[in-house]
Each structure stands twice: as structure tokens, then as C-alpha cells.
């Protein structure tokens, strides 16, 4: 029984490279590949092999738990997003163990809070951070008075003078939907208002940056996550006397969806006369239906589902829809025979799906498979196929 995901590797290869250049000609530098997570569905250790292979230096993990399988199959450097807390019992553990497993130069800690800065100060052996700026996604990070605050702190400024804290830049998560707080970008006028945002941080940390000396000065770089390509290009003109390093994930790996084809196989197919009773629920199919078993269930990512953001009119009326189907015990599975998505049986068992065929349909063999549009985010796959 597999659930497999198949790879054009030449279209999908030839993607990544392709972003990576256009992203290299607009910020001087190549792309932060981000490879957290599942690892977007191919698994974090092939992302950071196929990372090696397309000549990134830096990629970036979610969590301090991700690093060890990230490191193994990458040479450059590995980003934590997730900001370090040494208040968090078990992930202090955590980055412990990995300062003794793993080459520590070779680990990048996101610092958002004071309190986690002068836990790495006055801690034991040299660290390399970036320092979160507090954007308009609200979740962590330092505002404006506190960043500049903790930069002229004594301890903060001998840390760094020493090289005991080396500060790799300034680190912006921004939102996916366009910012609608406009305090943030008081004073900016042009570009879209993720590009607003960004200039007033970059002015910010190019102003304070431009006044250290020293081989250990604060990198004048800003880390940016989720800003499209011409957004890029719009801050780079702007901010011309910055480095600027675009983290992407979701549009480098899953950028070129026609090369990738997530399918269940086969596993075994029931003609049931009418009446019959199937699966755990015992429920009941169409009149002279076809049972079909395909590999891929919940432990797979089949039938999960995140809450939608229910943003627009057909967001909406699409979610009541489904809540009405639900409510009525049918929905559609994400697996599709013969050019139509096939209805579950009942809900997805781990690791396989039942799903209905109607009176009329093409019956397929054992081993025949059925393909599925998938979220690639809540994916797990029992195998990647094409990238060997």
C-alpha cells in the first residue's frame, strides 16, 4: 500500500533554479530556502539535499527539534524561526543537546524577547542571532523603542563588541494578506504596504547599524519572509545600502504544482449490491455502487483540514456548504477517477480511504491509482518518487 507523491524532476528542478536566479538578480543574494515543517510534504531531508544541490548557503527550520534532520543532509548554515525562549523547559533542553550533537557556527537562534537576549549574553560560548522586529503579524518580536533600547545597553553592546553575540541582521515576518495597521508605516510613503513596512524597519536598522564599528558591528542585512518579487525589487531600490535575504518556502518548493502529483493506490475494489453496510460506521452507499479501498487516511493528511480564513462572499458560502454536506454525513475525498472527485465511503480511516463509485463508472484495478489534490502543508507521503 503506498501514498506517494511523483516528481517531474526536470520541471520542477528547473523551477527552483529559476527562482533562485531571478530572486539573485534582485537582491544580490541567493534564496533563503525555508524547509520547515513536513518539509512541504517532501520531507525536510530531501529539501535539504535538493537546498545542497542548488548551491544555497543558508536554509531555515521551524523549530530547534528540526535541526538534526536538516543538518545531516545540508552544509551551510540553518535558521530557527521559531524565536529562542529560555523559558521553554523543553526546548532550552533541546538547543541544549544540539550545541553538544551538532557544529553550533553552524546554528542561526531568532531572538524576539529581552529575556532571551541576555540569557545568551551571559551564557556559556558564542552565538549567532538575528533579532525579530515586532511587524504587524503582532505574534513575537522587539518594537521599535525596545530594539533601539537594547542596542545601547552596555552588556548588550560589550556582548556583541566581543563577538560573544554575533548579530546577523534584522529579522521581518510579514503577513500574507496586505498590513492594515498604518501606524506601523507612519511616514512611508511608497509601495505596497508590506513594502512600507519594510523600508521603515530598514531605514531604522541602517541608521543604527551605520554607527557601529568594528569587526563584530551588527550585519546590515534585513531577513524578509513573505514578500512577492516585486516587492523584493521595490525594498532592494530602497534600501540600497542594506543586504536584503528573501526567506521563501511555499512558493520555491510547491511553486511549480504541475510537477508534482500526490495519488493513493488501489487496494482493493467491492461491486456491493444495494443495502450493504460498509466500513466502521456500517453506513450505506448510492444504488449499485462500487466500494473502492485506496491507500492514503488521516495519518497520510487525508481529510485534514485548517480552519478557513472565510475572507470573502464564495469563502463563505463554500464553508457553509461543506458544513451542510458534513452535517448530512457526505463529503467529497480529495482523490478523483475517471475526471471526477470521488465521495468518501465514510471519514478516512489512518491509513486508507473508502470511497464510493456510482453505477456507470469505470472500475479500476488493484494497483490502478487515484490521484488527489492535497494540501502539500499537512502531507506526509510514503514515498517521493522521481528524485533519485
Known amino acids: 500500500m503506498s501514498y506517494t507523491l511523483k516528481v517531474d524532476a526536470t520541471k520542477w ?54 535541526i538534526s534532520d536538516v543538518l545531516a543532509g545540508f552544509y551551510g548554515d540553518v535558521i530557527v524561526l521559531e524565536p529562542f525562549e529560555p523559558r521553554d523547559t523543553a526546548a532550552a533542553t533541546a538547543w541544549w543537546m544540539a550545541g553538544q550533537r551538532h ?70 515576518h510579514l503577513p500574507v494578506a496586505q498590513p492594515a495597521d498604518e501606524v506601523s508605516i507612519h511616514g512611508v510613503a511608497n509601495g505596497t504596504a508590506r513594502v512600507r513596512e519594510v523600508t521603515r524597519w530598514a531605514g531604522l536598522w541602517q541608521a543604527e547599524t551605520a554607527v557601529w564599528s568594528g569587526s563584530h558591528a551588527p550585519a546590515s542585512t534585513v531577513w524578509l519572509s513573505h514578500l512577492d518579487d516585486a516587492e523584493l525589487a521595490a525594498v532592494a531600490r530602497t534600501a540600497d545600502e542594506l543586504a536584503i535575504r528573501a526567506r521563501i518556502g511555499t512558493r520555491l518548493w510547491l511553486g511549480k504544482r504541475a510537477a508534482l502529483t500526490a495519488s493513493g493506490t488501489v487496494l482493493a475494489v467491492h ?73 468518501f465511503a465514510e471519514p478516512p480511516h489512518q491509513h486508507h480511504s473508502m470511497l464510493w463509485l456510482p453505477r456507470g463508472c469505470v472500475i479500476p484495478a488493484v494497483g490502478d491509482v487515484f490521484p488527489a489534490e492535497v494540501r502539500f502543508t499537512t502531507s506526509r507521503f510514503d514515498a517521493v518518487l522521481g528524485l533519485d
Not at 524547509?35 to 537546498?51: C, D, H, I, P, W
Not at 533579532?131 to 537594547?150: I, P
Not at 461491486?271 to 466502521?280: A, D, F, I, K
Open 13 to 66: 528542478r528547473d523551477h527552483l533554479s529559476a527562482m533562485n536566479e531571478a530572486t539573485k538578480r534582485t537582491t544580490g543574494a541567493n534564496i533563503v530556502g525555508v524547509v520547515k515543517g513536513n518539509g512541504y510534504g517532501f520531507g525536510q531531508s530531501l529539501l535539504a539535499g535538493e537546498a545542497d544541490r542548488l548551491g544555497l548557503a543558508t536554509v531555515a527550520v521551524g523549530t530547534v527539534f528540526e
Open 103 to 172: 557544529d553550533a557556527s553552524r546554528i542561526v537562534r531568532t531572538v524576539a524577547s529581552e529575556a532571551a537576549l541576555r540569557a545568551l549574553i551571559d551564557g556559556p560560548g558564542a552565538v549567532r542571532i538575528l533579532l525579530e522586529a515586532k511587524t504587524s503579524m503582532h505574534r513575537f518580536g522587539f518594537g521599535e523603542a525596545d530594539l533601539l533600547r537594547l542596542l545601547a545597553d552596555p552588556a548588550v553592546r560589550g556582548a556583541l563588541s566581543s563577538g560573544h553575540a554575533q548579530v546577523l541582521g534584522l529579522s521581518l
Open 271 to 343: 461491486p456491493l449490491p444495494n443495502g450493504s453496510h460498509v466500513g466502521y460506521q456500517q453506513r450505506t452507499g448510492p444504488k449499485d455502487s462500487t466500494l473502492v479501498v485506496v491507500s492514503g487516511g488521516t495519518a497520510h493528511g487525508i481529510g485534514l483540514s485548517a480552519p478557513t480564513p472565510a475572507a470573502s462572499l464564495r469563502q463563505r458560502a463554500v464553508t457553509a456548504g461543506t458544513g451542510v454536506l458534513d452535517a448530512a454525513g457526505r463529503a467529497l475525498s480529495p482523490f478523483s477517477w475517471a475526471g471526477k472527485q470521488r465521495w
